[in-house]
């Protein structure tokens, strides 16, 4: 999934299926802050300066070539 477990989801244009994730998520707080780190977690690991400029360092390094 493309959230890694760090967010949920849910059928689009369906509110019978947003109001079943919403009422889950209400019954399951611990879900709710355990998705929250693995959120904070992957915005460190994926957007921090070094990541990125590591990543523009190897376009501008293979358009060189």
Avoid: C
């Amino acid at each position: 999934e493309a959230m890694n477990r760090a967010g949920f989801s849910f059928v689009n244009k369906d509110v019978d299926d947003l109001t079943r994730q919403l009422f889950e998520l209400l019954n399951r707080p611990e879900s709710v802050v355990n998705a929250g780190r693995r959120a904070q977690d992957m915005v460190h690991y994926n957007f921090n300066w070094r990541v990125i400029t590591d990543h523009t360092e190897i376009v501008y390094r293979s358009v060189r070539h």
